[in-house]
């Protein structure tokens, strides 16, 4: 199999990194590789108060040599068998997810661009930013209908975790991006601007 195009999409927590990977995986029909399917699971016997503890947004809280390999395979034309994560159990779950290399892969998390691992790799960078105010709105929303927080311990993690994690490892690497895109923008105009610079031959975005 050909090599395939990586696309790495990097930003704050909850700033539109998913909705703008499943955007551009439907415009170039491209599977797409989460950070957030690599976490690290939380020890048996924690009880929910340290769950709400722990710290979501730490390079060590996911399986990065795991991550990088999967993501390095795919550009050199080899499948993998991705793992799932269940949010509500804070932990990996049963299956694995097949993935096939294509012209484009689209790997989005939002420590990508920080991985020394990727660094050197053939591919397009994506950042993505929005206010923290609304990133952290959808993060609070997310966490709570989606994975069982409670917004008291969500709004606790995001000061004490998550955004030092933005300022330390993820804001600085907005100057490696090929492209810095603003998240509060309509979703088909991110979209285009990331197949005008592919030079996709796509005729327009089909958003999901």
Excluded at 108 to 129: H, K, M, N, W
Aim: overall charge negative; hydrophobic content about 40%.
């Amino acid at each position: 199999m050909p090599a395939s195009h990586i696309i790495l999409i990097a930003g704050v927590s909850a700033g539109g990194k998913t909705t703008l990977a499943n955007d551009i995986g439907a415009a170039l029909d491209a599977p797409i590789l989460r950070l957030d399917d690599y976490y690290r699971d939380i020890e048996v016997g924690y009880s929910p108060d340290q769950v709400a503890e722990f710290n979501w947004d730490q390079l060590d809280a996911f399986h990065l040599d795991e991550f990088c390999d999967d993501v390095l395979n795919l550009s050199k034309g080899q499948s993998i068998a991705r793992p799932t994560y269940d949010f509500t159990l804070s932990k990996r779950g049963p299956e694995r997810v097949a993935i096939q290399p294509c012209e484009y892969v689209v790997v989005e998390g939002q420590f990508v661009l920080a991985l020394p691992a990727l660094r050197d790799l053939d591919s397009t960078r994506v950042f993505i930013e929005v206010p923290m105010f609304d990133a952290m709105h959808r993060r609070l929303v997310r966490d709570v209908h989606d994975r069982g927080r409670d917004q008291e311990s969500v709004m606790e993690q995001w000061n004490s975790h998550v955004l030092p994690a933005y300022h330390r490892w993820i804001e600085p690497k907005k100057s490696s991006a090929d492209i810095v895109l603003d998240g509060s923008q309509v979703r088909h105009e991110n979209v285009t601007r990331v197949l005008g610079f592919l030079g996709a031959g796509v005729t327009g975005p089909r958003l999901v």
